[in-house]
């Protein structure tokens, strides 16, 4: 197979001609003063230059009506007749794929300027089987892993509520100027006791969340609480954070030095209107969570981070 770059320099005029500027083998015959022949025979020989290096296993005939059909060089009846063709015929399509895939990586043809390669029963089937499967897993994952969907522990929203209060109303230092960066926090009487009624939830720790290198500067008002909190001996993790840049992609996660754990994404945070910056979320905290130094909160590019990418907020774990 050879690659675009290597075929005669007539051929790759014909080509882009076609591709790129979507003319037929008559108007470049009569631009280039040759036979409309003579420029399908440069076209389908650069096509099959492109192709496989093995015997694609199709009939030549066959292989040009391929390469016509790729070039939108037919008329509406042919084009559908060979679009019928190559969903019974394997080699065909194999071949008709090669060829397209060396056009587009050659930045000849975007992905609009070729026609659809059909594909035979078989294949849709297995492709919709597998689409099938990578969303009931994404639906999994959002079920068990999005913070702020349905309340693991129902009266641990108690707890988030009370860290809206601390984060808006007693988180100190943000506002001075007197260079103190440890962002305090009052830590909230217990609600319980030995003796707590079931279905109540306490506060068995509260984390203060910073900006790698502390909330100062241009990162001053940023900042964050996680409250580690029981109900019926089941544990959550209780987040708030404020001031935030507006991003779709906020993720938790633990970490103890190169081992993290990815806990859920957050709901999107806005740039806008009374919620703007504010993040906010619960997850059910895992049953190792004391194995973990940091609480990370990161800001991702995409929907399947693997490892934490920006950092916005920390904290530790241990205290």
């Known amino acids: 197979m050879a690659r675009?770059?290597?075929?005669?320099?007539?051929?790759?005029?014909?080509?882009?001609?076609?591709?790129?500027?979507?003319?037929?083998?008559?108007?470049?015959?009569?631009?280039?003063?040759?036979?409309?022949?003579?420029?399908?025979?440069?076209?389908?020989?650069?096509?099959?230059?492109?192709?496989?290096?093995?015997?694609?296993?199709?009939?030549?005939?066959?292989?040009?009506?391929?390469?016509?059909?790729?070039?939108?060089?037919?008329?509406?009846?042919?084009?559908?007749?060979?679009?019928?063709?190559?969903?019974?015929?394997?080699?065909?399509?194999?071949?008709?794929?090669?060829?397209?895939?060396?056009?587009?990586?050659?930045?000849?043809?975007?992905?609009?300027?070729?026609?659809?390669?059909?594909?035979?029963?078989?294949?849709?089937?297995?492709?919709?089987?597998?689409?099938?499967?990578?969303?009931?897993?994404?639906?999994?994952?959002?079920?068990?892993?999005?913070?702020?969907?349905?309340?693991?522990?129902?009266?641990?929203?108690?707890?988030?509520?009370?860290?809206?209060?601390?984060l808006t109303g007693t988180i100190g230092g943000s506002d001075d100027d007197n260079g103190d960066d440890s962002a305090a926090v009052t830590t909230p009487a217990t609600t319980g006791s030995s003796a707590t009624p079931a279905g109540t939830a306490t506060t068995e720790a509260q984390i203060n969340l910073l900006p790698p290198g502390g909330a100062k500067g241009a990162n001053a008002k940023r900042l964050g609480v996680a409250n580690i909190v029981v109900q019926d001996g089941q544990r959550a993790i209780a987040v708030v954070g404020q001031d935030l840049p507006a991003s779709d992609h906020y993720v938790l996660w633990l970490r103890n030095g190169t081992k993290v754990n990815f806990l859920g994404f957050f709901p999107p945070v806005t740039g806008t209107g009374a919620s703007k910056g504010k993040l906010q979320g619960l997850v059910q905290a895992p049953s190792d969570l004391s194995s973990y130094k940091d609480i990370l909160v990161s800001r991702e590019a995409g929907d399947s981070p693997k490892t934490p990418s920006t950092i916005i907020l920390q904290g530790n774990v241990t205290g």
């Open 4 to 166: 675009f770059d290597d075929i005669p320099a007539d051929q790759k005029a014909v080509l882009q001609l076609v591709l790129r500027q979507g003319r037929t083998y008559e108007e470049i015959g009569s631009l280039l003063k040759i036979s409309p022949h003579a420029v399908r025979d440069r076209a389908l020989t650069a096509l099959d230059a492109l192709g496989p290096d093995e015997d694609p296993g199709i009939d030549p005939d066959r292989q040009d009506e391929v390469g016509d059909y790729l070039l939108a060089q037919q008329s509406a009846s042919a084009r559908a007749a060979t679009r019928q063709n190559l969903e019974a015929d394997a080699a065909a399509r194999a071949w008709a794929r090669t060829v397209a895939g060396e056009l587009r990586a050659a930045g000849v043809a975007s992905e609009e300027a070729l026609p659809e390669i059909p594909a035979d029963p078989a294949e849709v089937d297995e492709a919709f089987d597998a689409l099938d499967a990578r969303r009931r897993a994404r639906a999994g994952q959002e079920r068990t892993s999005r913070l702020g969907g349905a309340l693991v522990l129902g009266a641990v929203a108690i707890a988030v509520v009370l860290a809206v209060l601390l």
